[in-house]
């Protein structure tokens, strides 16, 4: 019986052995899928994984890893397909903001990654100004300020015709979250709370009456709070 049994651990072993190292599963194969902006050679070279490789010793997660070091892509998933193909997964990061700086501008996600760095602001996304970064701002950086935080997810939950009319988002802190309107109007908004009353206050006073609630007669609303929004008209 002793004799069987390594018999058929001698069988396993060669088996294994074979199929480690046989050609059937030498790769042929790399598709990507969920890419929007990024370029599939681009991210197969960062991988590091080229055809003709075993497949089956393909390390997984440390694909994924590598894929991951690109900041605009949020997950990459490595699934293998056998006997020789390799399925990635890419979640990608999106700007949804930008940051200006004094001396550049960041290009943001929702998550708070830094995506870009650039001299110029780019006219097709919101601006937010005043953010604590907690870096030197690099690609692949993540900012973790509260004011920042506050200002991504209030973008995020707008819709363009909110957005439309503000010309900048001041984010400090949560708190002092504040939108300055095309109108020259501060709107002291705070996070991203009670949002349909908010803007409920937000369209009625400054949408709907934007000849008397402008740069020239207003110079705060304050939305911060559960009563009434403050009004401090600039003659008071």
């Known amino acids: 019986m002793v004799g069987v049994g390594l018999f058929l651990m001698f069988c396993g072993g060669m088996a294994g052995y074979y199929i480690a190292n046989s050609a059937f599963f030498n790769l042929n194969s790399i598709e990507f899928r969920g890419l929007q902006s990024l370029d599939s050679a681009a991210l197969q070279e960062l991988s590091g994984v080229v055809l003709g490789v075993n497949s089956l010793k393909i390390p997984a997660r440390e694909v994924e890893e590598r894929i991951e070091i690109n ?89 363009p015709y909110f957005l439309e009319s503000i010309q900048e988002f001041r984010a400090s802190s949560s708190w002092e979250l504040t939108l300055v309107t095309h109108q020259g109007v501060l709107v002291r908004f705070g996070p991203a709370e009670n949002l349909e009353r908010k803007l409920g206050y937000y369209e009625t006073i400054l949408l709907k009456n934007n000849s008397q609630y402008n740069g020239g007669t207003v110079e705060y609303v304050d939305l911060r709070y559960e009563a009434q929004p403050v009004v401090k008209k600039k003659s008071e």
């Open 71 to 159: 900041p605009f892509v949020k997950e990459a998933k490595v699934q293998l397909i056998l006997p020789a193909k390799l399925l990635i997964t890419v979640t990608e990061r999106q700007p949804l903001a930008q940051v200006v700086l004094s001396d550049r501008v960041l290009a943001v996600s929702l998550d708070g990654v830094c995506l870009q760095r650039n001299l110029a602001v780019n006219p097709a996304l919101p601006i937010i100004t005043e953010a604590v970064i907690e870096s030197e701002g690099n690609p692949g950086d993540r900012f973790t300020g509260d004011g920042l935080t506050a200002a991504l997810e209030l973008i995020d939950r707008l819709d």
